[in-house]
């Protein structure tokens, strides 16, 4: 059992009150930090911590805030990201179901720390059940005073409004959601200027994930010196791993930075290993953007050293043979799964939420989606592999956002490590399309 | 057109719900509320939002037309055609098809006997994939307006739930609920 920064307490029945989360601590950060703290000593405390967003970039959380333009008279605003739409991702939703409070002190303390004054949560609009329970817990705060005008008599305002989307997987890129949050397509803006300069309403913003703003209070309480010595190296503190596919024990887990991979697939205290007694065939360490890569490869890096759950030991080898930490949403795929099917599906999901400002994106998601949807159904051409190899690299680093590069990675990846399955399809299509089929190495179908 | 327009009356919890998410903006910063106020109109209207409630909307924030059709658009949670009284929102992503999505989508075409996007004869079901619904864990799964149902991983499974929801009336909205 690690340390739990965020989840120490988010079992205890009617943790979502404000009664009984102040009891087991709940907003002490916002007292401190109001009343003892300036808010560039807050600041500070989160650059010492090593905090990187947990959304997905992994850019350091103190530096980002230390970017954001100040000037006189201008408002400036925290808008937590809560879209949470990176398939496999479901960390966020759990935690704000669960813990909607620990969200809400977060908001505070960083607000203060930013010096903005009224701030917003823009959530999904699926979850609208969960924006109903931080709405609650939200008035609970106001009710005592915890927002608002003068909180706990410190002389700092500040108001929170939560705000839904409508079902775009885009507005979770930060400039995307600002416009969305403005009330209109969720069409990224060009950069610079940078949100930090010109953000929500043209002032200076900073967006965050809602597991780097929860991060907050313990890094205040405990001092970021403290928060530095969980972990490894540069991947300090701890992190909510989101686990799915073929495990024994999907869920949410909060683990310390640096467990082995091979021990987080199969120690009971995390995924209990795969399902049904079968084989590991691959892991998408990451949300369904980065790389996928093939048991031996997520097991132990190309120079055999035991992976470690880390940003540095995940993408250990770059994109030739590692990947990516990513959202910390960890996809299991057990020896029945067919790598072509799966890229292909990612390659459809990726089309449909193109929003279609950037021809390399809007038109080459679609191409993707129908070779491999080609390939898939037993119409494949010998050249189609290099075909998409091409295209995905025609897509990569030519939009304005990196939902391209999110669309073109996973076809590489799966191509540049499952070539022979990709072939296969193509070369016995009769075969591959067969119920249950899957290419297990050999070229020899075996029905599932 | 504006004899249309003026059938379209919002109810008075919804057109306070309505000011709530206007008053959340700063001065002149309203058509931020446009997203929360077309969610708002979707579950006063039958599940979907014609172009008279679209206009409505815009009269309401006295902004054009067209600014809401772009957005209602653009989002897929918003219907632009009229649906049946339940609209099964089911994941279709990868992570959902690894603990068998695609069973339950096909499952529900049979028993329901229509295609993806269509209603069920009798009104009741319309069938939408969608993408990734942030509940890997605990899928295969769908959406029905503000809920979710999880772990729906065998043809049992299947029929208790559409059973239920045969016999289920509409979630009152929260903000409904006061009046």
């Given at each position: 059992m690690g340390l739990k920064?965020?989840?120490?307490?988010?079992?205890?029945?009617?943790?979502?009150t404000l009664e009984v989360y102040r009891k087991h601590g709940g907003y002490k950060s916002v007292e401190k930090a109001l009343k003892t703290m300036s808010p560039e000593e807050v600041v500070e405390e989160v650059k010492t911590s090593?905090?990187?967003?947990?959304?997905?970039?992994?850019?350091p959380a103190g530096m980002k805030w230390s970017f954001l333009a100040k000037p006189e008279g201008v408002p400036r605003y925290l808008v937590c990201?809560?879209?949470?739409?990176?398939?496999?991702?479901?960390k966020d939703r759990w935690y704000m179901e669960k813990n909607p409070h620990g969200l809400i002190e977060g908001m505070i303390t960083s607000s203060y720390a930013l010096g903005a004054n009224t701030s917003y949560i823009y959530i999904r609009g699926e979850l609208m059940f969960i924006l109903r329970i931080l709405e609650k817990a939200i008035a609970e705060a106001y009710a005592a005073g915890l927002?608002?005008?003068n909180i706990m008599g410190s002389g700092y305002d500040l108001d929170l409004h939560v705000a839904p989307g409508?079902?775009?997987?885009?507005?979770?890129?930060e400039t995307a959601l600002l416009e969305s949050l403005e009330g209109k397509r969720g069409n990224p803006r060009n950069k610079p200027p940078f949100p930090a300069v010109k953000?929500?309403?043209q002032s200076p913003t900073v967006v965050n994930n809602v597991e780097t703003i929860s991060s907050v209070p313990w890094i205040v309480n405990n001092g970021g010196a403290e928060y530095a010595k969980v972990g490894i190296g540069r991947s300090t503190g701890t992190k909510l791993i989101s686990a799915s596919g073929n495990i024994n024990n999907p869920g949410v887990y909060e683990i310390e930075?640096?467990?082995p991979v091979e021990e987080f697939i199969y120690s009971d205290e995390y995924c209990?290993?795969?399902?049904?007694g079968r084989q590991l065939k691959a892991?998408?360490?990451?949300?369904?953007?980065v790389p996928i890569l093939p048991a031996n490869l997520i097991l132990k890096t190309a120079a055999g050293e035991d992976r470690l759950m880390t940003y540095e030991s995940l993408s250990d080898g770059g994109f030739v043979t590692g990947s990516m930490m990513g959202s910390g949403a960890f996809i299991v795929f057990d020896e029945a799964q067919c790598i072509v099917r799966n890229t292909w599906n990612y390659s459809r999901f990726y089309h449909h939420e193109?929003?279609?400002?950037?021809s390399p994106c809007r038109e080459g998601t679609g191409w993707m989606e129908k070779v491999l949807h080609r390939i898939e159904h037993g119409?494949?051409?010998?050249q189609d592999i290099d075909l998409l190899v091409s295209v995905a690299k025609q897509i990569e680093?030519?939009?304005?956002?990196p939902l391209g590069d999110a669309a073109a990675w996973p076809v590489a990846a799966a191509i540049r490590h499952f070539r022979d399955e990709f072939e296969w399809h193509i070369k016995h299509p009769k075969e591959a399309t067969a119920p249950g089929a899957v290419y297990r190495g050999q070229l020899d179908a075996v029905t599932a | 057109m504006a004899e249309t327009i003026n059938e379209v009356k919002f109810s008075d919890a919804a057109m306070a719900e309505i000011q709530r998410y206007i008053s959340h903006?700063?001065?002149?910063?309203?058509?931020?509320a446009l997203l929360p106020i077309l969610h708002i109109a979707q579950a006063e209207f039958g599940g979907w939002v014609s172009p008279e409630v679209m206009d409505k909307v815009a009269e309401i924030l006295d902004i054009q037309p067209i600014e809401v059709y772009e957005v209602a658009t653009f989002?897929?949670?918003?219907?632009l055609k009229p649906v049946g009284?339940?609209?099964?929102?089911v994941c279709r992503t990868g992570p959902c098809c690894l603990r068998g999505a695609d069973e339950l989508i096909n499952t529900l075409k049979r028993k329901l006997n229509i295609e993806e996007g269509e209603t069920s004869a009798d009104g009741m079901f319309t069938l939408k994939p969608v993408e990734c619904l942030a509940s890997c864990g605990t899928g295969p799964m769908l959406q029905v307006r503000e809920l979710f149902y999880e772990n729906i991983d065998s043809e049992e499974r299947v029929d208790e739930f559409l059973a239920m929801m045969r016999q289920k009336e509409h979630e009152t909205p929260v903000w409904a609920q006061q009046s």
């Open positions: 920064i965020l989840t120490e307490h988010i079992n205890v029945p009617g943790i979502e090593g905090l990187r967003g947990r959304g997905g970039a992994g850019f990201n809560a879209d949470e739409s990176e398939p496999g991702t479901f927002l608002g005008k409508g079902g775009a997987y885009i507005c979770g890129e953000g929500l309403f930075l640096g467990v209990g290993g795969i399902w049904k892991v998408v360490p990451g949300g369904s953007s193109s929003c279609g400002q950037c119409h494949g051409h010998q680093g030519n939009t304005i956002c | 903006y700063p001065e002149g910063r309203h058509k931020s989002y897929t949670m918003f219907n009284k339940h609209v099964l929102e």
